[in-house]
């Protein structure tokens, strides 16, 4: 620890090894305080700048990852590409070293373009941790802020509340029911109860109560704490690579594609291996001529670029989504997303604004009406139309000041626009009071809070015990309106308090919520005289008087409205899961357009808890809107359509939503308001908190498995194509049309720009109006296994005609036959590669043709390509080749023309034919079930 650091320790009676090694949970709060020279007005902005200059961000060091050359090795771990080397050396030895060098370029390519996109996907990795890091409630000259958790120094001091994940080493100072889930240091899951008091320097690390150490995480109460480590001094710093592992690019579909590249390198083999037999003992070919026309065989029938392709596609796709707010946390879940049949999401700042406003306060005997959207304090108060001077009317004021002294939010306003931090419902309820003109200081000077019981799901109220510094106590108290009721016996009247109706209530309460709006119940009572502690007893005796329900409406993203009618026109089933009321829900519901799904059928949480697994799955499958749900009922649903089929995708923010989050298929938490544990279970985090981000999500994922797929549609063909030409030569015992070198340059340049060019494809058309794939659907199946033979069968024929007519009919060199075969098989590919732009409609309809800018550019430079290939003088005696005429050209060119139409052709007829499984019916949503 630096000099003026120990300096400081001299003073403070600290024991001997203060400092990087001390022993903080042997000392007292006191003593830490000293020993960090701290007030729980927190530091200065200039202290807080100096410590992190003296003592380095909150952050750990990335994880160790394996070296460049290491990386790059690894790329020739695969068995294609281990047949292209055994290839190469067999060149070799034949002293063929022509072919030996342009094997090996092709090699060498293959592994450059995997190496460098590895790069770019580990530097996408960390550019996405950096999103995703935590924030902390720290105090800085007396008030709250919120900060990064990388800029927390030592001596800082924090607020710590359910949900949050600790952010750096604490020693506790204020411990309100703390409990704290230590699992990832001590791999005890019971979370542990926090106190103040030392313990013994040797005390091991689950017995230090005192403590809060990076990395865990808050399950229940609040606490406040000053920071005595930071980054890779803190405990959490020691095991920091359990912490950042890299994520790894390895997903199903890679895994598919590995597993039948073994089978494709089995089938590779075994017909070469045939095709040299026949050749050498059949048709008596010398030996090393055999052996070259096998290694051009082999050669041909590897699709070299696919793995780059694929790992290119997937790349692609995670940043297309990050550019659309949904940041992909595992890669898996880009491909996961693509077959989704039902997202589960939260109401609050998900479907809706997340700029919570009170739009009513409702009395026993009277309705207030506020004027105002959002956290600006601008608006006014009605009763029948008539505007009302809250200061005028006591109970109104009494129930304001009420919900701004019972609340933890903060309301302020920065550059001209009105910030709050906290809770939306709570900054609502500030949002109100301003209206009403109420100073926020000055109520909580006059009012000052002793005690608090914060709000948690288990008992859902918040409890604040005041003094008025006149003997008075009184205790406000803010809930949900079924268990705030629950506890009051009395009422606010025009004339005082009077005996509670709860049937009048349970009117007025059915009343606002039918209007789309939240409820939230305040009520209040006297306290015991010289009350200093408020406990759990102290409010479930009761005796409240229950003061008034506000209404507050959060209205729905215009987004998620369009977004919501495109999931449900994509065969994507909305689910709403909510905490609101079941009016509430329902009203929102039918605002998004969810409830036209199901015909409005919503169901709450008691109503779930009344149903067996068998009735609840028959339930989710007719009802989208859940109302009054605990984080247990988001677990069941999730289960309960996933038991009927259904791939889920589940949004959540809290700490309780991660048992439901890691259930679904794809977790989804929320970026701004999403706690640290919900982003840690999900595999996609929103930047936006918006549904509209998750529509946009599953299009992209759908579009990445579609170019997967042409790519593959694409290589095959055209690969088999190749090796058809080759295999027909030698059974008829012809010159080679294609030499191991030209096939080479063929598959080079076609998988760099061609194929390549399919991973940057647009979404087609209605790919959101298409039922969602199934997981287990394999890659290649149905109509796309009748595609593959057909257009390789086009390929051979042309190429190899081509061939045979020039060397038969017209009777030139084989330089020149072999010129001409290879620029009709590229020129097959090429117009090959517009039928791609839409897998099965026609692509001149709607001029989707000329909608893919990358298609487009491909073609350019392959055209390029193949001119330099076909007319430089380096190129001919390098590849064995010779210039060829417009004559020559003219046929070629109508070849490729012919490859195109015919396979729109082919298109057009399978697709009115009733018995072919065409995915046809992909473009129509799937019935509602």
Request: proline share 5%; glycine share 10%; net charge negative.
């Amino acid at each position: 620890m630096a000099d003026d650091q120990r300096q400081g320790e001299a003073g403070t009676g600290l024991p001997e090894g203060a400092g990087n090694d001390q022993a903080w949970h042997a000392l007292s709060c006191e003593q830490v305080r000293r020993h960090w020279a701290v007030t729980r007005e927190g530091l200065s902005p200039d202290e807080a700048r100096d410590r992190l200059d003296r003592y380095g961000r909150n952050e750990l060091k990335p994880p160790e990852r394996a070296s460049a050359l290491v990386r790059f090795l690894r790329h020739f771990h695969n068995i294609l590409i281990y047949i292209l080397i055994a290839a190469a050396i067999g060149t070799a030895l034949l002293g063929h070293w022509v072919d030996t060098g342009v094997i090996a370029a092709v090699v060498l390519i293959n592994t450059l373009i995997g190496f460098v996109q590895e790069g770019k996907a580990e530097k996408a990795l960390d550019a996405i941790r950096q999103m995703l890091s935590p924030m902390a409630v720290v105090v800085r000259d007396g008030k709250r802020r919120e900060v990064p958790a990388a800029e927390i120094v030592p001596g800082d001091i924090i607020h710590l509340q359910a949900g949050d994940k600790v952010p750096a080493d604490l020693r506790l100072l204020e411990a309100k029911n703390l409990r704290i889930e230590e699992a990832v240091l001590t791999g005890e899951s019971v979370p542990v109860e926090k106190g103040l008091d030392p313990v013994a320097k040797d005390a091991p690390l689950g017995d230090r109560a005192g403590m809060a150490y990076s990395g865990t995480l808050v399950t229940f109460g609040r606490g406040v704490g000053v920071v005595v480590a930071t980054g890779e001094r803190t405990e959490i710093g020691r095991i920091s690579a359990m912490l950042g592992e890299v994520e790894s690019l390895q997903t199903p579909l890679v895994r598919q594609v590995e597993q039948f590249g073994r089978w494709l390198a089995a089938v590779i083999i075994a017909i070469s291996a045939a095709t040299f037999a026949f050749g050498y003992w059949v048709r008596d070919y010398p030996l090393d001529e055999m052996f070259l026309a096998a290694a051009s065989l082999a050669v041909s029938s590897i699709p070299e670029g696919l793995p780059a392709i694929m790992t290119i596609a997937l790349a692609i796709g995670v940043q297309k989504m990050a550019r659309r707010n949904a940041i992909i946390r595992k890669l898996p879940a880009v491909e996961t997303l693509g077959s989704v049949s039902a997202i589960c999401s939260d109401k609050t700042g998900t479907l809706t604004r997340n700029e919570m406003t009170v739009q009513v306060l409702a009395f026993c005997d009277r309705q207030v009406e506020v004027d105002g959207v959002g956290y600006a304090p601008h608006g006014g108060f009605s009763i029948n139309d008539r505007d009302v001077d809250p200061e005028d009317n006591p109970a109104l004021w009494e129930t304001l000041r009420a919900g701004l002294l019972c609340n933890d939010a903060q309301l302020y306003e920065k550059n001209g626009d009105w910030v709050m931090e906290g809770d939306p419902t709570e900054g609502a309820l500030l949002t109100v009071a301003r209206k009403a003109g109420m100073d926020p200081q000055r109520q909580q000077e006059r009012y000052p809070r002793i005690d608090v019981i914060p709000f948690e799901s288990d008992h859902k109220y918040m409890a604040t015990l005041h003094h008025d510094h006149h003997g008075h106590e009184v205790i406000y108290l803010k809930g949900a309106p079924e268990r705030v009721l629950s506890l009051c016996r009395r009422q606010m009247g025009r004339e005082g308090p009077e005996p509670l109706d709860e049937s009048r209530w349970k009117g007025l309460m059915d009343g606002v919520a039918g209007r789309g709006q939240r409820l939230l119940a305040i009520a209040a009572r006297d306290g015991k005289p010289g009350q200093r502690t408020l406990d759990y007893e102290h409010v479930e005796q009761g005796d409240f008087t229950l003061m008034a329900v506000v209404g507050i409406i959060d209205p729905p993203r215009d987004e998620a409205i369009r977004a919501v009618k495109e999931c449900i026109g994509a065969g994507v089933r909305v689910k709403m899961i909510t905490g609101d009321h079941l009016i509430t829900a329902r009203a929102v519901g039918d605002m998004l357009g969810i409830n036209r799904q199901g015909g409005g059928r919503a169901l709450s949480g008691h109503q779930i808890d009344a149903m067996d697994d068998r009735e609840l799955h028959r339930a989710v499958a007719v009802t989208d809107v859940f109302a009054r749900t605990s984080p247990e009922h988001k677990l069941r649903l999730v289960e309960a359509l996933q038991a009927g089929g259904r791939i889920v995708a589940m949004t959540g923010d809290g700490v309780n939503d991660a048992p439901a989050l890691k259930r679904a298929d794809v977790g989804v938490a929320m970026g701004h308001k999403g706690t640290e544990a919900a982003k840690e279970a999900s595999e996609m985090v929103l930047a936006d908190d918006n549904f509209a981000s998750i529509a946009h999500a599953v299009e992209e994922g759908r579009t990445v498995y579609d170019n997967i797929r042409k790519a593959i549609l694409h290589m095959l063909p055209t690969n088999a194509g190749q090796s058809l030409t080759i295999m027909m030569a030698i059974l008829m015992g012809l010159a080679l049309p294609l030499t191991p070198v030209q096939v080479l340059w063929v598959n080079m340049v076609t998988s760099v720009t061609l194929a390549m060019a399919l991973a940057f494809e647009p979404s087609e058309p209605g790919v959101m109006r298409r039922p969602p794939r199934a997981p287990d659907t394999p890659l290649l199946s149905g109509f796309l296994l009748w595609r593959i033979p057909f257009v390789a069968v086009l390929l051979w024929i042309g190429t190899f005609g081509h061939f045979v007519y020039m060397e038969e009919v017209v009777g030139v060199s084989d330089e020149l036959a072999r010129t001409v075969a290879i620029n009709t098989l590229v020129a097959g590919q090429a117009f090959y590669l517009f039928n791609l732009r839409l897998i099965y409609q026609p692509v001149l309809v709607g001029g989707e043709i000329f909608k893919s800018r990358a298609m487009w550019m491909a073609i350019g430079v392959l055209v390029v390509l193949q001119l330099s290939f076909t007319y430089l003088p380096v190129m001919n005696t390098l590849f064995g080749l010779e210039p060829i005429g417009m004559a020559d050209w003219g046929r070629i060119l109508a070849f490729g023309l012919a490859v195109f139409v015919i396979v729109e052709l082919e298109k057009a007829v399978l697709r009115r034919l009733p018995w072919v499984d065409t995915g046809e019916g992909q473009r129509q949503a799937a019935p509602v079930r």
